[in-house]
Each structure stands twice: as C-alpha cells, then as structure tokens.
C-alpha cells in the first residue's frame, strides 16, 4: 500500500515539474514571439506612432505604468494568499506527524499516514496553482513591457529624455522577475520532498 501510494506521488510531482518548466519554458517563447509582433505592428506604422502630441505619449506612459503596477500587485496578491495557506498547511502536517504515533491503534495510525498524504498532495496542487497565478501575471507584464518598449523605439526614446522607467530594465527585471516565480517552485519542492520521504521513509521502517 505504501508502496502503491510513493509510485503515485512520484508520477503525481513528475508531472507537475514537468508542466512547470514547459510553462515557464514557453513563457521565453511567447514574449519573443510578442517582441517580434509589436515590432512588426509598429513599423508598419511609424508615422502614425510618430504623430503623437507629447500629452498622449505621457497618457501611455502613464497607462503603462499603472499596468505594470496593477499586475505586481495581483502577483503580490497571489503569493500573499499562497503563504497564508501553505503556514495553514505546514501546521498542519506537523501536528499530525509528530503526535504520538506509537500510543495510538491501528487504525488511527493508518488513519494519519493517509492525512500525511493527503496534506502534502494538497500542498503540491495549491504550489501549482499559485505558480499558474503568478506565471499568468507576470506574462500580462511581459506583454505590456514588449509593447512599450516598440512604441518608445516608434517615439525616438521617451523613456529616457522625458520620464523615468516604467520597471526595471534587462537585468534588474529579470531577478525581479524570478523572485517571484521561484516562491511557488520552492513549495512545490517542499511538499515533494516531505511527502516522498515520508512515504520511503515508511516502506524502509517497514
């Protein structure tokens, strides 16, 4: 039966890695992909983006920025929900692994190894689902930074003679960036490697 529930468990965090790094794998592709689009959309129509009174460029801007902040605080938001859960969960899993298993019958030791399970399962979906979250914001970001930066290339550099940056640029963006997905890849891991060894550390005693 342990061993049945480990081989699950293991395909079950096999597949959730994999999907992770396909979706961040991908999300490389789809803002080169929108890099080029913008690029192409916006030479075609330099004269028309050229044509801009400096009041509606500072309007994009604006728009630009107020973007870029609305979705960090959706990513914000995100995690903040992800850590609150995963306190409640991590709690959890402590409480019924360490008390007193030996003082217990039978059926209610069984009983709180399938709890142990079932926690850490919950765990590696709710690690998933924040990573889905905070990917699909910082895509909707992706896409407004590719489109500004065009539009600013249409407008000679507005971005930086005549404001300041709308996010951080090249580097600084991109840690910024990890930061926040590698919160919700370190839960995944946690819960794999809590859930797994739990299991092996079972069939072994057993």
């Known amino acids: 039966m342990a061993l049945s529930a480990s081989i699950f468990v293991a395909i079950y965090i096999m597949l959730i890695s994999v999907t992770s790094f396909v979706m961040i794998r991908n999300t490389k592709r789809l803002k080169d992909d929108k890099r080029r689009f913008y690029k192409e959309e916006i030479s075609d129509d330099m004269e028309f983006y050229k044509g801009f009174p400096d009041e509606i460029r ?31 969960l991590i709690n959890a899993f402590a409480f019924v692994l360490v ?63 005549y404001v300041p940056q709308t996010f951080g640029q090249d580097k600084a963006f991109f840690w910024g960036r990890f930061s926040a997905i590698l919160m919700p890849i370190g839960l995944i891991l946690l819960w794999g490697i809590l859930t797994v060894g739990h299991l092996i550390v079972y069939i072994f005693r057993h």
């Open 99 to 161: 008390f007193g298993w030996k003082e217990n019958p039978p059926d209610i030791e069984a009983t709180r190894r399938i709890a142990i399970v079932g926690i850490g399962l919950i765990g590696l979906t709710f690690s998933f689902a924040s990573l889905l979250g905070v990917v699909a914001s910082r895509r909707s970001i992706d896409d407004t930074r590719e489109r500004w930066n065009a539009v600013n290339r249409a407008w000679d550099g507005f971005y930086p003679k």
């Open 58 to 88: 500072y309007k994009y801007y604006q728009f630009v920025r107020d973007e870029v902040k609305r979705e960090d605080e959706i990513t914000h938001q995100r995690l903040t929900w992800a850590i609150n859960f995963h306190a409640f």
